[in-house]
């Protein structure tokens, strides 16, 4: 016989076996019993402070709760589905420790401001362990443009080659893209830093409780508002999970772009071993595999983000059941994001630049026509004329099957009078890239100081890691 259910007290029959594997989550929710016990114990400290329980049976409680975090540590405690969720284990095997002083526990609490908080302790984890991690990204991207500064890359508008550019500015385009994903992951820190218990089932608690002081013991720096939303808000999670959804996006666009440059087509680009897998029928291949994940793993994650908004329409205030059906989808996408990131950091110094492939793919598709376009507007033809006489000395070199390069001054100066010795410099790769010195623009010094600018953003960046690092060791103390 399956033992009692902590809320049985009404029911006739004990619920059946079908019904206790369908309603159960603990098999996934029991990764939360870190946050479940800290949070526990932060209530009982405030239930015995607030005299709403005697320190006696605090200090018991406490000590239970400390010896059942270590059963569960070294796989003492099964999950079993009767068990329910991760919250119904925890307070039956305290029950069962130390008799019904450990009933106590969830006075003035309710499972719906619990399962609320655990979740919210979890997800300021997830949220700085992101941002580290996008953090780690950041810095091997600024590596990696500062020691390829020196390399030119065709640049490409609907792939088809347009400008010629400086590697180094193609990869700080990612950098700033991270920048985002960073500032809204700490933005959605600030949101989630708002301590829920105190809410109960969904009216708030007649127990003269101190949700300030759960909240200072949590390091939190204030509680949330209204009980009915913080039973039934789930805004956070979804804002993380969009937030990850955009961060994949970004990855699995440089995904992409790596699994083209790793083709025997372009070359631009060549995987560590270490990072690439092998074929099982065709002893020729590397495939880019990691790159392939990332890019497929971002489906999972928008999959997650439709899950969670889906399941939020129509929900009728407060509490429902469907809410449980919040968890899978969030601790996947913390886990995958966080993986993509963490592997992605570590790939990055495992690529092989082929600078010379990329110079050489730069000679072709007439890069410097538009700068070509733009020495005549300097000799002051109208821009949309000069567009014109460009397109037809382009056409003229199709057909010669010549680059602009190949094409001397007369050459030249038969389409335009104003075209002079000067042109020669003008159109040259390394002029187009370095007159391109407006901010944000490719040329070398305005590169330079993205990357000096950006080395000072991550550094700026440190001081979210530190509070927060500062408020996870405050969490622990609560112990
Ligand atoms: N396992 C539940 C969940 O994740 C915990 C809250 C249960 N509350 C309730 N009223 N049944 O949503």
Known sequence: MAAKKLWAGRFGTATSKAVDEFTASIAFDHILYRYDIMGSIAHCRMLSKQKIIPARDARTIIGALKEIEKEIENGKLAFAPQKEDIHMLIESRLIQKVGAVGGKIHTARS????????????????????????????????????????????????????QPLLFAHHVMAYFEMLQRDRARMEACYGRVNRMPLGAGALAGTPHPIDRQYVAGLLGYPAVTANSMDSVSDRDTLIEFCSNAAIVMMHLSRFCEELILWTSSEFQFVEISDSFCTGSSIMPQKKNPDVPELIRGKTGRVY?????????????????????????????????????????????????????????????????????????????????????????????????????????????????????????????????????????????????????????????????????????????????
């Open 111 to 162: 499972r719906n401001d619990q399962i609320a908080l655990d979740v919210s302790l979890y997800l300021r984890d997830a949220l700085v362990d992101t941002v580290c991690l996008l953090d780690q990204v950041q810095q091997a991207l600024i590596t990696m443009a500062e020691k390829h500064i020196d390399v030119f890359l065709p640049g490409f508008t609907h792939l088809q080659h347009a």
């Open 303 to 479: 999959g997650s983000l439709m899950a969670l908004l889906t399941l939020m329409k129509s929900l009728p205030l407060t509490y429902n059941r469907d809410l449980q059906e919040d968890k899978e989808a969030l601790f996947d996408t913390v886990e995958t994001v966080k993986s993509c990131l963490a592997v992605f950091a570590l790939m990055l110094p495992e690529i092989k630049v082929n600078k010379e492939k990329m110079a050489e793919a730069a000679q072709s598709g007439f890069l410097t026509a538009t700068d070509l376009a733009d020495y005549l507007v300097e000799k002051g033809v109208a821009f949309r004329t000069a567009h014109d006489i460009v397109g037809r000395i382009v056409s003229y070199c199709i057909r010669k099957k010549k680059s602009l390069w190949d094409l001397s001054v007369n050459e030249l100066k038969r389409f335009n009078k104003n075209i002079g010795a000067d042109v020669l410099n003008t159109i040259a790769l390394t002029a187009s890239i370095n007159r391109r010195t407006c901010v944000g623009g490719t040329g070398r010094t305005a590169v330079k100081q993205a990357i000096r600018k950006a080395a000072a953003e991550l550094r700026k960046g440190k001081k979210f890691i530190e509070q927060a690092e500062t408020t996870r060791r405050k969490m622990a103390d609560v112990k």
